[in-house]
Nanobody, 134 residues
Framework: QVQLVESGGGWVQAGGSLRLSCAASGRTFSSYAMGWFRQAPGKEREFVARIQWSDVRWSNGRTYYADSVKGRFTISRDNAENTVNLQMNSLKPEDTAVYYC??????????????????????WGQGTQVTVSS
């Protein structure tokens, strides 16, 4: 069983920064991709960012972002620590949500856009609250 544990959430004023981390533990697994999603009260869970390393040319991983966070958020992977991080800068009140880390097993996808859907992921963390005040 694989466990994902998020940390780093909290409260910040608009314009501030937070760094979320997702630590993977449990049995060794080879993930195809990992992602961050978020869910605000009364809204559906939405894609935030993903990183995949299915091609040896992507030594640092290939990243993709939702338009709403592009240029402000950065997803990265720390191989030594087996973690995936989400650096969030220039935070806005509309970024307030519970943020979830997700991992997909080793199965590839035909279209990378498939990884923007929560249904593409096999493992989920418990979520961490991010609150941005205006």
């Amino acid at each position: 069983q694989v466990q994902l544990v998020e940390s780093g959430g909290g409260w910040v004023q608009a314009g501030g920064s937070l760094r979320l981390s997702c630590a993977a533990s449990g049995r060794t697994f080879s993930s195809y991709a990992m992602g961050w999603f978020r869910q605000a009260p009364g809204k559906e869970r939405e894609f935030v960012a993903r990183i995949q390393w299915s091609d040896v040319r992507w030594s640092n991983g290939r990243t993709y972002y939702a338009d709403s966070v592009k240029g402000r958020f950065t997803i990265s992977r720390d191989n030594a620590e087996n973690t995936v991080n989400l650096q969030m800068n220039s935070l806005k009140p509309e970024d307030t949500a519970v943020y979830y880390c997700a991992a997909r097993g080793s199965r590839p996808v035909t279209y990378y856009s498939t990884l923007d859907s929560s249904t593409a992921y096999d493992y989920w963390g418990q979520g961490t609250q991010v609150t941005v005040s205006s």
